[in-house]
């Protein structure tokens, strides 16, 4: 037998078996706020897939409904809590961050844009880095752990409050060079099983990986309350499990390497509804 | 006499350990994909390669692969081809390229390589995230490699 390529192959394959496609479904959440779960892929993504898909599709249907309601909704138990901190005075300025912004609803329309750059830092932030700004330089408290309970919750009331909108992360001008960074990362086949995000979550999308249903590997639901650890799972957390995964060095949360990541993942997001936070397994 | 000495030079070479030489991860040569030489020297054991492919510890084959001599083992990946007939498809050689380094067979493909310990990037320290130390070894042993492909060639249509 001659030497043949991956793709010759690949092709021989996937016309012989049977794929676990993602399910015909829709998303109303309290039967009011209609979520975009698949829509046209963003024109920068035209070569690698037509369409982008959220990670509700890929779940079972139990999975499906307790996103339905947020009396389901596990997730939305951090919400409540994050709208208590949201409204309680912390660090020497004695201010709470409705000091500043009024409600925490008026936060609307933030979570789509971010990752964002940020002229006066000269830098592409993440809303955890802005949420750590404000504690730190406007507030006078401590900074909350990248990926800890209480970073954790209050992205996920700013996601609650813009459920429905499009992710629409820029990806041009100053942003531009941090997002090329990241789709490099995003096709580099990193640790000893040279695996890099694009074989699963571009190749392989609707595939089993063992007992795993592969996604694409959005952002739009985060963060994502996963019944396989009962809590709220930050987007850093979730790229360094599956950089870990592929029995690489992994990267930190917050690092520089994330934020570009973070920024190049959303991007392949956009036009997908914010769902967070969304109900995983 | 003949006999003898060939009995004689077969005692000496196994006294000096060359008759199970190991061949090094590095110093593996491919032809076409394929690996004529057992890695480790020796057989392999098919009933020890049923175990290593079906392992999520070991080979973890089925991650990727069905194979319906392993519906005992739950859950079977989709992600490369079923391996039922792969005896029948590949030759004894071929089965250990693919398994040593399948991306010699198949340009570019998902498939780990087992049997390989350089020109990675980023490596890691199994799957705690940390960098590779010098714990750093292949995925598979060479002889873990021969139970495999042992393994492999039983599988036919």
């Not at chain 1, 892929?41 to 996103?67: C, I, K, N, Y």
């Not at chain 1, 006078?140 to 609650?160: I, R």
């Not at chain 2, 001599?69 to 990946?77: E, I, K, M, N, T």
Request: charged residues 25%.
């Amino acid at each position: 037998m001659k030497k043949m390529t991956g793709a010759f192959l690949a092709a021989l394959v996937t016309t012989t078996y049977a794929i676990a496609e993602p399910v015909d479904d829709t998303l109303v959440v309290n039967e009011d706020i209609a979520i975009v779960t698949r829509t046209a892929a963003p024109a920068h993504m035209a070569d690698a897939v037509d369409e982008v898909m959220s990670g509700w599709l890929f779940r079972g249907s139990e999975t499906r409904d307790m996103q339905r309601d947020d009396f389901d909704n596990p997730g939305m138990i951090f919400v409540e809590k994050a709208e208590e901190a949201w409204n309680t005075a912390e660090g020497s300025e004695g201010k709470s961050c409705a000091s500043c912004h009024n409600g925490s609803d008026s936060m609307a329309g933030v979570r789509p844009v971010y990752p964002k750059w940020n002229e006066a830092a000269g830098e592409v932030r993440t809303l955890e880095m802005q949420i750590n700004d404000c504690r730190e330089t406007r507030m006078g408290a401590e900074p909350w752990k990248y990926t800890g309970g209480d970073m954790a919750n209050m992205t996920a009331l700013l996601a609650s409050v813009s459920r429905g909108l499009p992710v629409n992360v820029a990806i041009d001008g100053p942003a531009q060079s941090t997002w090329e960074q990241g789709r490099e990362m995003y096709y580099a086949r990193t640790g000893q099983l040279e695996l890099s995000c694009a074989n699963c979550h571009e190749d392989n999308y609707g595939n089993m990986i063992r007992a795993d249903h592969l996604s694409q590997g959005q952002i739009n639901g985060f963060p994502t309350y996963r019944l396989k650890n009962t809590k709220l799972n930050s987007v850093h957390a979730r790229f360094k499990g599956c950089v870990r995964d592929t029995r690489a060095e992994t990267y930190k949360p917050g690092s520089a390497d994330f934020v570009a990541l973070e920024l190049y993942v959303a991007s392949r997001g956009n036009g997908l509804s914010v769902e967070g936070p969304s109900v995983r397994n | 006499m003949r006999r003898t000495i060939l009995a004689s030079l077969t005692i000496a070479v196994s006294a000096l350990g060359l008759e199970a030489a190991e061949i090094a991860p590095t110093a593996v040569t491919f032809e076409d994909g394929s690996v004529a030489q057992s890695l480790s020297g020796q057989p392999g054991n098919a009933a020890e390669g049923r175990k290593i492919v079906g392992s999520k510890k070991l080979g973890n084959c089925v991650a990727c692969h069905a194979v319906s001599d392993l519906s005992d083992v739950p859950f079977h990946g989709e992600i490369g081809p079923m391996l039922d007939g792969a005896g029948d498809r590949w030759s004894e050689a071929e089965l250990r390229g693919i398994v040593a380094n399948a991306k010699m067979m198949f340009e570019g493909s998902m498939m780990p390589s087992f049997y390989k310990t350089e020109g990675f990037f980023r490596p890691g320290k199994a799957y705690t995230g940390k960098a590779a130390d010098d714990t750093f070894g292949p995925l598979l042993s060479a002889q873990q490699i021969e139970d495999v492909v042992a393994y492999l060639a039983t599988l036919k249509e």
